[in-house]
């Protein structure tokens, strides 16, 4: 790997004159081929009934073909109890990259916990069900703002966490947390994941409404960045939106752990969610093609992603589309593609564990993924995606859903050594 390719941008298509003439918040499209979603009772109380996109995204159907079983998952997050009901055998050793008292099974705010649960909980007990519960979990403990103004903390949390990620047994990395600052430590640890062949996923942010700046590690090139959508495929209004969106999971209505106490679940919306359901999602096709590389794992998620444009052109808001499992899992579509060719960078990846080349010295601004100009719109359709309707609804209004007291996402400020 040279110097000049772990500086690659992610390669995009421009949208048509139709996606530049549209100025439109969102896009709107079924999760699943006929299937357009379930909608739970508003005043239900048990928080697996809650979990409205299992049904929308088929998850019954897919589980009878695969759960993820074989494929280890690194959350890298505010650490794992693994005492849960929900995730008892489901987590294994992992590391804490804190520096503080404690390990990484203890988590000191609810946050990881909630992000293990959605991608491998059992739901045993009442708690939440996991889209891919035959995955293992292995925790990846790291800091938040207010945990480094109470405690001792490793500065470079980030940087060693995701190096311990891309040395562990985890075929996904699955990365809640960002910060709006970038450093060459990170970069180059990214860098260093996908050298190791990882499949990396991080939340491209919360804060749409409050500057929309770019959060690494989601605004890597290496790094797929995950926006959040609404049970009607509408992009939230708090997800940030531009050259760091690849793809989009539910985050809209997810429910969460309310605290570090884990006593009970609230109500959310955040990209964090939704980063964990599209770990969840490559965790089920991976499993189902133990043979495949991360390559193209990403290749089928983003052939199949539900969208109203025109393939290989992305939308700011919602990159490729909504992410679908279920159309390689049922229904064996999706082209994998070369093993060895970033569907993100479309540049060749190693896949061994070489050290990546330092960058040029004091260069610790990344490259910039590149976007389309504007988020494409879908227009009034009967199309067809191999085969099957898709159930297209117009998104000609801006996004509804509000951000209100249940965001969920941890957002981390830059640190001095």
């Given at each position: 790997m040279t110097a000049g390719m772990s500086q690659t941008r992610k390669r995009r298509m421009p949208v048509g004159l139709r996606g530049r003439l549209l100025g439109t918040m969102a896009v709107v499209a079924a999760w699943?081929?006929?299937?357009?979603?379930?909608?739970?009772?508003?005043?239900?109380?048990?928080?697996?009934?809650?979990?409205?996109?299992?049904?929308?995204?088929?998850?019954?159907?897919?589980?009878?073909?695969?759960?993820?079983?074989?494929?280890?998952?690194?959350?890298?997050?505010?650490?794992?109890?693994?005492?849960?009901?929900?995730?008892?055998?489901?987590?294994?050793?992992?590391?804490?990259?804190?520096?503080?008292?404690?390990?990484?099974?203890?988590?000191?705010?609810?946050?990881?916990?909630?992000?293990?649960?959605?991608?491998?909980?059992?739901?045993?007990g009442g708690g939440l069900r996991g889209l891919a519960p035959g995955a293992k979990i292995i925790p990846i403990r790291i800091t938040?703002?207010?945990?480094?103004?109470?405690?001792?903390?490793?500065?470079?949390?980030?940087?060693?966490?995701?190096?311990?990620?891309?040395?562990?047994?985890?075929?996904?990395?699955?990365?809640?947390?960002?910060?709006?600052?970038?450093?060459?430590?990170?970069?180059?640890?990214?860098?260093?994941?996908q050298d190791k062949g990882k499949l990396f996923f991080a939340s491209v942010g919360n804060?749409?409404?409050?500057?929309?700046?770019?959060?690494?590690?989601?605004?890597?090139?290496?790094?797929?960045?995950?926006?959040?959508?609404?049970?009607?495929?509408?992009?939230?209004?708090?997800?940030?939106?531009?050259?760091?969106?690849?793809?989009?999971?539910?985050?809209?209505?997810?429910?969460?752990?309310?605290?570090?106490?884990?006593?009970?679940?609230?109500?959310?919306?955040?990209?964090?969610?939704a980063t964990a359901i599209a770990s969840a999602s490559a965790a089920l096709v991976w499993s189902a093609h133990p043979d495949w590389t991360a390559n193209q794992v990403l290749n089928v998620l983003f052939d199949t992603a539900g969208r109203d444009w025109e393939k290989g052109t992305l939308s700011k808001y919602l990159g490729h589309g909504l992410i679908r499992p279920s159309m390689n899992i049922l229904k064996g579509k999706g082209n994998p593609g070369a093993p060895d060719i970033?569907?993100?960078?479309?540049?060749?990846?190693?896949?061994?564990?070489?050290?990546?080349?330092?960058?040029?010295?004091?260069?610790?601004?990344?490259?910039?993924?590149?976007?389309a100009d504007d988020a494409v719109m879908a227009g009034s359709s009967n199309k067809k995606d191999d085969g099957s309707s898709l159930g297209l609804i117009i998104g000609g209004a801006a996004a509804v859903v509000a951000l209100g007291g249940g965001a969920f996402v941890l957002i981390r400020k830059r640190r001095t050594a």
């Amino acid at each position: 790997m040279t110097a000049g390719m772990s500086q690659t941008r992610k390669r995009r298509m421009p949208v048509g004159l139709r996606g530049r003439l549209l100025g439109t918040m969102a896009v709107v499209a079924a999760w699943s081929a006929g299937f357009g979603g379930v909608s739970p009772s508003a005043v239900a109380a048990d928080v697996q009934s809650k979990q409205w996109y299992l049904g929308a995204m088929q998850a019954e159907e897919m589980w009878k073909v695969t759960t993820g079983e074989g494929i280890k998952v690194a959350v890298i997050d505010s650490g794992v109890n693994p005492s849960t009901p929900s995730l008892k055998g489901q987590v294994l050793k992992g590391f804490d990259a804190t520096g503080a008292d404690g390990d990484e099974y203890d988590d000191y705010r609810g946050h990881g916990t909630t992000m293990a649960e959605l991608i491998a909980g059992t739901g045993k007990g009442g708690g939440l069900r996991g889209l891919a519960p035959g995955a293992k979990i292995i925790p990846i403990r790291i800091t938040d703002t207010e945990f480094q103004n109470q405690h001792s903390v490793n500065a470079h949390d980030f940087e060693d966490a995701i190096r311990a990620a891309a040395d562990s047994d985890a075929k996904v990395i699955s990365m809640s947390a960002g910060s709006e600052f970038p450093t060459q430590r990170e970069r180059d640890a990214v860098q260093y994941a996908q050298d190791k062949g990882k499949l990396f996923f991080a939340s491209v942010g919360n804060g749409a409404q409050s500057g929309n700046k770019e959060e690494y590690p989601a605004a890597y090139p290496q790094v797929v960045g995950v926006a959040a959508a609404d049970r009607n495929g509408k992009v939230g209004q708090f997800s940030q939106y531009g050259q760091v969106t690849d793809i989009a999971a539910p985050g809209s209505d997810v429910p969460h752990w309310c605290d570090e106490n884990l006593r009970r679940y609230c109500d959310g919306n955040g990209t964090s969610q939704a980063t964990a359901i599209a770990s969840a999602s490559a965790a089920l096709v991976w499993s189902a093609h133990p043979d495949w590389t991360a390559n193209q794992v990403l290749n089928v998620l983003f052939d199949t992603a539900g969208r109203d444009w025109e393939k290989g052109t992305l939308s700011k808001y919602l990159g490729h589309g909504l992410i679908r499992p279920s159309m390689n899992i049922l229904k064996g579509k999706g082209n994998p593609g070369a093993p060895d060719i970033s569907p993100l960078t479309k540049e060749k990846t190693s896949g061994s564990s070489a050290s990546p080349a330092a960058s040029a010295p004091g260069s610790s601004q990344p490259q910039k993924k590149e976007t389309a100009d504007d988020a494409v719109m879908a227009g009034s359709s009967n199309k067809k995606d191999d085969g099957s309707s898709l159930g297209l609804i117009i998104g000609g209004a801006a996004a509804v859903v509000a951000l209100g007291g249940g965001a969920f996402v941890l957002i981390r400020k830059r640190r001095t050594a």
